[in-house]
Every structure is written in C-alpha cells, then in structure tokens.
C-alpha cells in the first residue's frame, strides 16, 4: 500500500502514537482527555474519530481539550499547513 502511494506521487503521514485515546472505545471523556494532554508535544498530529458506534465522547473531550491546548499556546494546523511550515524551516506548532 505505501508503494502504490508512492508510485501515484502521494505522501504517507502517521499520527502521534503516544497518545492513548482510545476514543473509538468510547472510554470515557477523562480517558481521552487525559490521553492528550498527559503527553501533548509540539508537531504532534492526533488522530481521533468523529464517528463510533453509540454515542461518540470525542466531542465532548475536545471541549475540553482545545481550550486548554489554546490556553498553553498551541495553535492548530491542517496537515498541508504544517506540511508546508517544515519545509519552509519554520515551527510547525508554536508553543
């Protein structure tokens, strides 16, 4: 798969793997919450799911997430912006 992607011209991005969110367990919003902002780093891409079976707690955990993520200085970016940042020498997330 990463070779066909290669051959059409595409990039392969990977999330940040040290964040234990969980979220398409539904594992609480305290679990993904904390599985965040227990390790968050600058550059770091979390991945999340906006839809799982039953009532999804993502949304409830990035009202808390965001803020605070905000509040400490990070900014969010597309993967083409920051994508586009590194490749122009500059930080991808300022903190």
């Not at 011209?9 to 234990?20: A, F, I, N, R």
């Not at 969980?22 to 968050?40: E, S, T, Y």
Request: hydrophobic fraction near 40%.
């Amino acid at each position: 798969m990463l070779t066909v992607g290669r051959e059409e011209g595409l990039m392969t991005v990977l999330w940040s793997w040290h964040h234990p969110t969980d979220d398409w367990a539904r594992p609480g919003v305290n679990h993904i919450v904390k599985g965040i902002l227990g390790d968050v780093r600058s550059g770091d891409i979390v991945l999340l799911h906006d839809y799982v079976s039953g009532k999804t707690q993502t949304i409830d955990a990035l009202r808390v997430i965001l803020p605070k993520l905000t509040e400490e200085g990070y900014r969010f970016v597309t993967v083409s912006e920051m994508l586009h940042l590194k490749n122009s020498k500059t930080n991808m997330v300022n903190r």
